[in-house]
């Protein structure tokens, strides 16, 4: 344990993701939470198979290697891969409640997403029960609000942690809305760039993009 976590509660960042591909505004945004909230480290859990949406193009192996690519120089992110080995649909409930076995109930875990997808919560197998294992942090993306109304708007009331001190007071329960940047690039959009027959350099780490070009992932 470094000298700057000591005597405090132990904080670790989890995002999860389709990553089809990863790109700059992932890695930015949880780099970003990372160092705004004295986080330990980030974890970034590539989904096996994502509930909510199709099947990505790319299988989970190559999301997932081109996930270690990208983390590989920055010590503050991990690769965590415990979605790729449970067969049946990701559910984030499942991945927070084998997180907390092996981490034990002091710890601090953290649930990074964007405020895209907090919007489509409610959706998510036993949304309500995540705040049991976990802390949410919902980083607001330009172009999508919070929800003004309805069920997701009063949980959101009932459970908002003013300051980021409740991650250092209870291990989970508390939502913390946050601005940090967040860069103009979505994975759906490089994928359109690369089957148009562009390059999407530059909008991702290059070990990521020379990988996209060996294996001509996502060409037409
Ligand atoms: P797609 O375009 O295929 O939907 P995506 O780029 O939105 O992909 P996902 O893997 O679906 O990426 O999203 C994982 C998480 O990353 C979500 O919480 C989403 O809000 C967040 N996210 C996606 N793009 C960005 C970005 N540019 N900056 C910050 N966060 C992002």
Known sequence: MTEKHSGMRRKIGLFGGTF???HNGHLRMALEAG??????QVRLLP??????RET???DSDQRTHMLRLAVESCPLLKLDDRELRRDGPSYTLETLQSLRAELGPEVSL???MGSDSFLGLESWHRWRELLDYAHLLVVARPGWELPQEGALHDWLLNHRAESQQSLEATPAGSVLVRSLRLLPISATEIRQIIAGG???QFLLPESVWQYVQKRRLYHP
């Open 20 to 22: 089809d591909p990863v």
């Open 35 to 40: 160092e705004e909230l004295a986080l330990e």
């Open 47 to 52: 989904c096996h198979r994502p509930p909510h």
């Open 56 to 58: 990505p193009n790319v």
């Open 110 to 112: 953290i649930w990074v």
């Open 198 to 200: 562009q390059s999407p």
